[in-house]
T-cell receptor, first 116, second 114 residues
Framework: AQKITQTQPGMFVQEKEAVTLDCTYDTSDPSYGLFWYKQPSSGEMIFLIY??????QNATEGRYSLNFQKARKSANLVISASQLGDSAMYFC?????????????FGKGTKLTVNP | NAGVMQNPRHLVRRRGQEARLRCSPMKGHSHVYWYRQLPEEGLKFMVYLQKENIIDESGMPKERFSAEFPKEGPSILRIQQVVRGDSAAYFC????????????FGEGSRLTVL
């Protein structure tokens, strides 16, 4: 079974609108971490946001927020006020365990296109 | 503040040659990870190293691939006798002592095997 599932191969959003990118995960470990990365066409991996499994509040970083629903095992990324520069691939990833390492399992990604 | 530095950014090799990819972690980071990204795929973990130690190499192919992180100098991912299937982007990432909730990646090295 896939540990990280991103069901949206591609998403489109109008500039200035909000968009939600879906991510579900599968783990039996009570301690884990969830990450989102952005990969623009230039290829680098840009860290966006992190949520620990024991964190009480949803993580937020500027225009990025993580909608963490533990019982549903989902960790959707919400981007508010989309900008043209947000067009990129977005990857959800999970670290299992208490964090003896930052060994991550990645989803296949969602390609976001922001239209003017 | 330099980020994670990888070189070369692009490398072309013929089948059977060797490829060496280098990674200098962020300043102050002593934990290095290598990931591989095949076309149209997410990243897959290969190996986790600390200075002079391989901590977890569960994602490394059993043959032809090796990694090191010496006391001095960058981490090296070495691929011997490359084959076309090795063509991919290889990303290095670094962190402070985990768990940190932060893993910073370099810009990747894109290997093309002809």
């Amino acid at each position: 079974a896939q540990k990280i599932t991103q069901t949206q191969p591609g998403m489109f959003v109008q500039e200035k609108e909000a968009v939600t990118l879906d991510c579900t995960y599968d783990t039996s470990d009570p301690s884990y971490g969830l990450f989102w990365y952005k990969q623009p066409s230039s290829g680098e991996m840009i860290f966006l946001i992190y949520q620990g499994s024991y964190d009480q509040q949803n993580a937020t970083e500027g225009r990025y927020s993580l909608n963490f629903q533990k019982a549903r095992k989902s960790a959707n990324l919400v981007i508010s006020a989309s900008q043209l520069g947000d067009s990129a691939m977005y990857f959800c990833a999970m670290r299992e365990g208490r964090g003896g390492s930052e060994k991550l399992v990645f989803g296949k990604g969602t390609k976001l296109t922001v239209n003017p | 503040n330099a980020g994670v530095m990888q070189n070369p950014r692009h490398l072309v090799r013929r089948r059977g040659q060797e490829a060496r990819l280098r990674c200098s972690p962020m300043k102050g980071h002593s934990h290095v990870y290598w990931y591989r990204q095949l076309p149209e795929e997410g990243l897959k973990f290969m190996v986790y190293l600390q200075k002079e130690n391989i901590i977890d190499e569960s994602g490394m192919p059993k043959e032809r691939f090796s990694a090191e992180f010496p006391k001095e100098g960058p981490s090296i991912l070495r691929i011997q006798q490359v084959v076309r299937g090795d063509s991919a982007a290889y990303f290095c990432a670094s962190s402070l002592a985990p768990p940190t909730g932060e893993l910073f990646f370099g810009e990747g090295s894109r290997l093309t095997v002809l």
